[in-house]
Structures are given as structure tokens and as C-alpha cells.
């Protein structure tokens, strides 16, 4: 069932939610910048980012039931005006995008303080909403160029944030341009195959694209789109062999950012990911199945076991969870490439609970930043029991890692091995559950650290203070939830899948 908004004159606040998700916090960057002060610079941030979690929080409302909303830009219809569609997949993207900023922004204002230089506070923060804004726009939008023009957004300024780190260690410079390479390579390899699925179809958007695809089964032009397309998106979801610059981007950014972009900026790339494989080319595409059985679940699978051993033997807690992050990313893509309703629902559902779980972590790693200098294990050493608050929410991020029942983590790899077991994979059941086994070794190497290896002498070292203790706990806390309380992730999260293994619904 699609509900369709109408466009008469009387619109009421409630029609016009998709497009305020990201016109929200796009205005409030250049005002932050405008307006040049300081102290206005992060209430600023913080509430256009709470307004944009309201929204997205209505939205999700709307069409967990399996509706969709169809809102057409300046009255517009589609395929000639763009449209913004608002389904049960990027609603739920929507909402981890908005809670994360806005959780990650209280921390950030502290963090910001020892990491960035005050005269680029508020430059700090324009970028901070600007790739907010980029985020909302290429999960909200139902235009295939749009998502192009998006995502260049919140790349720009994702760049610019990663090398506010260059004031702690200069090597955050080489880490954003590293980056930028690489994303712009992704981009261009994306936006070629859009070039060609416009060539091929004389539309840019995605419903009509997947209508007029429908009749062209074995066209070559398709196949290479389909082919840049994955692979562009590849470099920026940083699937294994092409993560080579994730790494470095989450060691040398600034705690906060990094908290914000491992939850986030991953996540957004496979929703892009999932919305071109099954609303735009379906599953029914013979191409599409023999890359995703042949070419993304190996990868995945090596991913899982290659990220997870190179994890284990970091010196620096920043870098092992950023290779962690890899691991899991493999676990997503798994789901993606098992092609059922069970195996999509679990890579959305981890999707989500390995965004919550990576923002507790992050944060747990800048608080540790924040008072020994450095994230290197022998930098933390026994920070446990000086800093017991901050420490006891990184055990808890820790155990959801690793997927320990009564944890968010545990949920997504349960669903995961389900998934593996319904198509008769039970090597690949196992395989999960080995490689999250080896999340156990580098887990356990950061608890050693923070309780059981002994301080270096002279340190003193004290608990946070509540801006960024709060955060760090209400993520740790999702975690727990979100691990007992199902209901909302997995029923969001099935309702997606469903929604995307239908494929969009007919243009109106």
C-alpha cells in the first residue's frame, strides 16, 4: 500500500516532513557560519540536529507498517521533478543518521575543546552539519543523481573533518587525503554508472529506472552500470580489499568525528548499496546474483576473518577498532549476499546495532584520549579503575562486539547465522560464529589494558565529566535495549527488508 501525498494548497507542517529532514540541519550550517559565534556555534548544531531526530522519528512512524511517503520537490511530479521516498529502509537509515549526531554533539563539545583550535569551532561544527545533511539526503532521496550530489556533500566535509585532526598528530592530513583519493575514485566510478543507467533508460529516477530496467534484462549497458555502481559504492561502504583508507581516517580524526562517522557514514553507503540492488535491479537480475554469490560473499566472509586478525595484533585501541569496523562490515554484506528476506533483515538489523555499538566505542577511546594523551594500550594502561564509569560502558560496547546474548550485537549475528541456516549454508553458521570468536581475543587485549595491567607511575588520571560520560552511557545503555527490546529494530528492520526485496511500488 503507498500513500501518496497530495499536492493542494493546504499542506499541513506534517506533508512536508521528508524534505525538512534534511533542509534542517543544511540551513543551520551556513547560519552557524553567519552568525560566527562561538558560544551560538554549538546550541546551533544541537538542536537542528535534534529537530532532524524528531523528524526522522515521525517519519519512521509513518512507514513501519510497509507505506510509503512520496514527496514531490517544489510540486513537481516524478520522473520529471525529484522526488524525496520515504520507506520502512531509509526511514530507519534516517533515524540512526539523527540519533547519532545528536548523541555524538554534547560529546563532541568537550572533545572539541583539547582537539580543535577555538577559532575553527565554528567552522568545526558547519562541517559537522553539512555531512549530516549529506547523510539525510542520500537515504531520503528517491533520485539516482541526487544520491550522487549528497554524497559528494557529506564526502567534502567528511574530509575536512577528518583532518581537524591534524592539530593532535599531523598524519590526520595524510589520512583525509588518503581518503579523499579514494572517495573521489568511488564517486566517479558511481556516477559513470549512473551516466550509463541513464543512457540505458532516459531517467534518473529510481522507480522509473527500475520500471524501464524490467524490460531490458540482458542489456550490456546495464551489466557495467551495475558494475560501477557496486564497485563505487564498494570504496565507500571500505569492503574488503578496498578499505585501505578506513584505517587511518578513524585513527587520526578527531574522537568525535570518528565516533559519529563509524556509526554513520559506513551505513549510509550500504543503504545506497541495498537500495540499487533490490529496488533498482532486483534480485530477479542473473547478474546481480552471480556478483553477490560469487564476488561479495567471499569477500565478506575474508573480511570477517582478515580484519578481525589484523585487530588483534594493534598496538593503538583507535586502530583495532577501526579494523574491527571492517570485520563487521563483512558481516553486513554477508546478510546482503544470502538474498532473503531473513539474511536483509539481518544486515539491516546489524546495520543499526553495530552503529550504536562503534559510537560507544569511539567515545569510550576519546574519553581515554581526552585524559592520557594517546590511545595506545600502554597509554590506557589501568585507566579502568581511575576512570570505572567510562571503562565499565566499553566492557558493555565490547560484549556487544563480540555478540554476547543480552547485547545489540548478539541480535544482528543471531538473525545472521538464521539466515545462513534457512538456505542449508551451515560452513558459513560456523564461520560467523568463528569470527566472533576472534572479536573475543582483541576485546579481551582492551579489558587487560584498562583493569588489569598495572598505571605507569605519576599519572593521574580522572572520570569525565557528565557531557561526556552521558552520551557514552546512553549508547551503552541502547546497547542493552536494544539487545532485549527487539521489537523496534527487528520489526523496522523486517518491514525494510520486505519493502526492498518488493522492489519500489508502481510511479503514480
Partial sequence: MASETTHHV???????????????????????????????????????????????????????????????????APPLGIEYRIDAANAFVLMLVTGISTIVLPYARESIAQEVPQRHHT?????????????????????????????????????????????RDRRALTAAYD??????????????????????????????????????????????????????????????PVHAWLPNAYTYAPSAVTAFLAATATKVAVYVMLRFMFSIFKPSFDFEVETLELIILPFAIIAMFAASFIAVFQTDLKRMLAYSSVAQIGYILLGIAF?????????????????????????????????????????????????????????????????VPGTAGFVSKWVLVQAALEKGWWPVAILIVLSSLLAVIYVWRMVEALYLAPAPEGRQATEINAWMLGPIWIMALACIYFGLATDVTLTSAQSAAQGLLGGFTELH
Fill in 123 to 167: 567552522l568545526f561544527y558547519a562541517c559537522y552539519l553539512l555531512c549530516v545533511t549529506g547523510l539525510l539526503g542520500v537515504a531520503a532521496t528517491g533520485d539516482a543523481f541526487n544520491v550522487f550530489v549528497f554524497l559528494e556533500i557529506s564526502s567534502l566535509s567528511t574530509y575536512v573533518l577528518i583532518a581537524q585532526g591534524s592539530y
Fill in 339 to 403: 538474498l532473503s528476506e531473513t539474511g536483509l533483515t539481518a544486515a539491516i538489523v546489524h546495520l543499526f546495532n553495530h552503529g550504536i555499538t562503534k559510537a560507544v566505542l569511539f567515545m569510550g577511546v576519546g574519553a581515554l584520549v581526552y585524559r592520557s594523551g594517546g590511545s595506545f594500550y600502554d597509554r590506557v594502561c589501568g585507566l579502568g579503575r581511575s576512570m570505572p564509569w567510562t571503562s565499565a560502558a566499553m566492557v558493555i560496547g565490547g560484549l556487544s562486539l563480540i555478540g
Fill in 179 to 240: 581518503y579523499l583519493i579514494m572517495g573521489t575514485i568511488g564517486a566517479t566510478f558511481f556516477v559513470i554508472g549512473l551516466g550509463l543507467l541513464y543512457m540505458a533508460t532516459g531517467t534518473l529516477n529510481m522507480a522509473d529506472i527500475a520500471a524501464r530496467i524490467a524490460d531490458q534484462g540482458s542489456n550490456r549497458t546495464i551489466h557495467a552500470a551495475f558494475a560501477f555502481i557496486v564497485v563505487g559504492m564498494g570504496l565507500k561502504v571500505a569492503v574488503y
Fill in 10 to 76: 493546504a499542506m499541513t507542517l506534517a506533508d512536508h516532513l521528508p524534505v525538512l529532514q534534511v533542509l534542517v540541519p543544511f540551513v543551520a550550517a551556513p547560519l552557524v557560519v553567519l552568525l560566527g559565534s562561538r558560544k551560538l556555534a554549538w546550541p546551533l548544531a544541537f538542536a537542528a540536529s535534534a529537530v532532524a531526530f524528531v523528524i526522522s522519528v515521525l517519519l519512521l512512524m509513518r512507514v513501519i507498517d510497509g507505506s510509503v511517503i512520496s514527496y514531490h520537490i517544489g510540486g513537481w
